[in-house]
């Protein structure tokens, strides 16, 4: 194995070991790593004509590796490699818009296993169809798609932003519908054997997965909470902190209003001690109140 590709093997394993114990999102993380790793090899080979063969052979995933049983670390690792600027802005755009708002609903712990073993399967599926083939796979969608199919299972009504297909528009929309556009596209490439360098198979099978999978999750219920947000906005001094404020007033899904509030709380300050706020609106300090 090539030094680079056994650093980068150490390399997301540590940045996923430190999102995971400084309580960082892995889906924010997982995007990060997934533009270095590009960037790492992709910068070198266009100034000094270095080779990225050597690493994708290492660390991208064929399906003869399940006959043989040898490097089936790849089905792990080929997760995080993309083969141009398209492919891997394409990948975490959908990874941001749809991993964020699903991690914050059912938390780091579930999203993780959902987002690798969903990866994982996506593989395998596609090996089904191309049993020994020497093909490389490499990408993250198979997991996104995974990612999608489990949302849209468990909360079909909540809305997410998503690009309407073979366009840049972008609309607010609920992820059933998101799924059901996306799955519907997915399906007639498949059975249209398409060959348009994409391994459309694989989405279906991470999109298969990801349903199956949110079947043994036990949906989280949440308690409708009425929060009054003129207690704080009478703080607010600045228009960072008026962002924050409308974005957690607008929020749809209690765990991103949640989320939103606390970044705002933590730039709120009491106008007669300077002391934090509460959620409340009550100066922790001195109890003052703005009215």
Not at 17 to 34: C, E
Not at 68 to 95: E, P, Q, V
Not at 106 to 111: E, L, P, W
Not at 169 to 191: D, G, H, K, W
Request: charged share 20%.
């Amino acid at each position: 194995m090539e030094i680079l590709s056994l650093a980068i093997i150490i390399f997301i394993i540590a940045s996923l070991s430190y999102a995971w114990k400084k309580d960082i999102l892995i889906s924010q993380m997982i995007v990060v790593v997934n533009f270095i790793i590009f960037l790492l090899l992709f910068i070198p080979s266009i100034f000094s004509g270095f080779s990225r063969n050597a690493v994708y052979y290492d660390l991208a995933f064929r399906p003869s590796y399940l006959i043989s049983w040898t490097k089936t670390y790849t089905l792990f690792t080929s997760l995080f490699l993309h083969g141009d600027i398209l492919h891997i802005l394409m990948n975490m755009l959908f990874l941001l818009l749809i991993g964020i708002p699903f991690e914050q609903r059912i938390g780091k712990k579930a999203f993780a296993s959902l987002y690798f073993l969903t990866g994982i399967f996506a593989s395998i599926f596609f090996s089904a169809f191309e049993w020994g083939s020497q093909v490389m796979l490499i990408g993250a969608s198979g997991a996104i798609f995974g990612l999608l199919g489990a949302f849209a299972t468990l909360y079909p009504r909540d809305k997410v932003v998503m690009p309407l297909p073979f366009t840049l528009i972008f609309v607010r929309m609920p992820i059933i519908l998101a799924a059901v556009l996306f799955a519907s596209i997915e399906t007639i490439y498949t059975f249209s054997n398409v060959t348009d360098g994409i391994a459309h198979t694989a989405h279906m099978g991470g999109l298969i997965f990801g349903i199956v999978l949110s079947q043994f999750m036990k949906k989280k219920k949440v308690k409708e909470e009425k929060f009054d947000f003129s207690s704080l906005e009478a703080y607010i001094t600045n228009e960072r902190q008026k962002d924050m404020f409308r974005k957690a007033r607008e929020a749809d899904v209690p765990e991103v209003r949640d989320a939103w509030l606390s970044y705002l709380l933590k730039e709120l300050r009491c106008p007669k001690c300077g002391g934090k706020i509460s959620k409340d609106g009550t100066c922790k300090n001195c109890g003052f109140k703005n009215q």
